[in-house]
């Protein structure tokens, strides 16, 4: 699943390419908004929260609207040139095509979440999402006190809780548990929880802005070598050592995703 920082980078290109464009047509193919029509709208821009993606429009007949897309697994967000046509075989997998008045188009495909709803209503869809590290209105504080809320937790789990703090992804939480040094089943109560905040928000901001060096947290950019555990099951860790380890993911239970851990170097609770 794409993390809060891909999903940034991501609204990131469509604003360089889209923002302030005109809709000539819109095409949404769900049920629930069939019949919905943005022809004359102006993209104002879109935003994130966490994982998801708010865009914004002007429209002269109804006011201001904001689609409201995730991206979860499969999803994902393509702009098209002007005289370019998305390839027959994914036509099937198209949930919203946007046409512009400079040719552009804007196509989501296999969206597992479209919503098209006021803008004045965008709390809906976010009220329940907990502090941003990569949106203007971040709170340390808050965040801190959400993740804290429950000690006994185990620390990736409460981090991979986007009520708590918005944007850490499975990659993001297995590698902030290898720099802290701790058990991904640790529990929240016996971690220095502000070091580990601080170290995401870094992380996170230097993934967004740093070119070259999305979701890099080794500092070495070469393929094959980006990351300390996340994605290394057998492999040798690369300070210590050691096999790196890894369970499964848990079908249905958010408690229980994928996670890679070194044993030597990050001691603690082994997994349930």
Do not use: I
């Amino acid at each position: 699943m794409p993390e809060g920082d891909t999903v940034y980078l991501l609204a990131r290109r469509l604003n360089a390419r889209l923002r302030a464009q005109l809709v000539l047509k819109s095409d949404f193919r769900v049920p629930q908004h069939a019949t919905a029509d943005l022809g004359g709208a102006r993209l104002l821009g879109t935003d994130t929260h966490g994982k998801h993606l708010l865009t914004r429009f002007d429209s002269p007949r109804t006011g201001p609207l904001t689609l409201h897309t995730h991206l979860r697994m499969d999803g994902s967000w393509t702009v098209l040139n002007p005289g370019k046509h998305l390839p027959r075989r994914v036509l099937p997998d198209l949930r919203v095509l946007l046409r512009f008045e400079n040719g552009l188009s804007a196509a989501g495909l296999k969206l597992p979440v479209v919503e098209l709803l006021k803008t004045a209503d965008e709390g809906r869809v976010t009220a329940h999402l907990g502090p941003d590290p990569l949106r203007p209105d971040w709170d340390r504080d808050a965040a801190l006190a959400r993740l804290s809320a429950d000690g006994d937790r185990a620390l990736s789990a409460a981090l991979l809780d986007q009520t708590r703090m918005a944007g850490l992804g499975n990659l993001w939480v297995n590698e902030l548990c290898f720099l802290r040094g701790v058990s991904p089943w640790t529990p929240v109560r016996e971690v220095d929880l502000p070091a580990v905040v601080d170290l995401a928000v870094r992380l996170l901001r230097f993934s967004v802005n740093t070119p070259g060096a999305a979701q890099v947290t080794t500092g070495d950019t070469r393929p094959g070598h980006t990351h300390w555990v996340a994605g290394r099951a057998g492999q040798p860790c690369r300070r210590c050592g050691t096999r790196v380890q890894v369970v499964a993911e848990v079908s249905g239970d958010p408690e229980r995703r994928r996670t890679w851990w070194c044993s030597h170097c990050q001691p603690g609770p082994p997994p349930p």
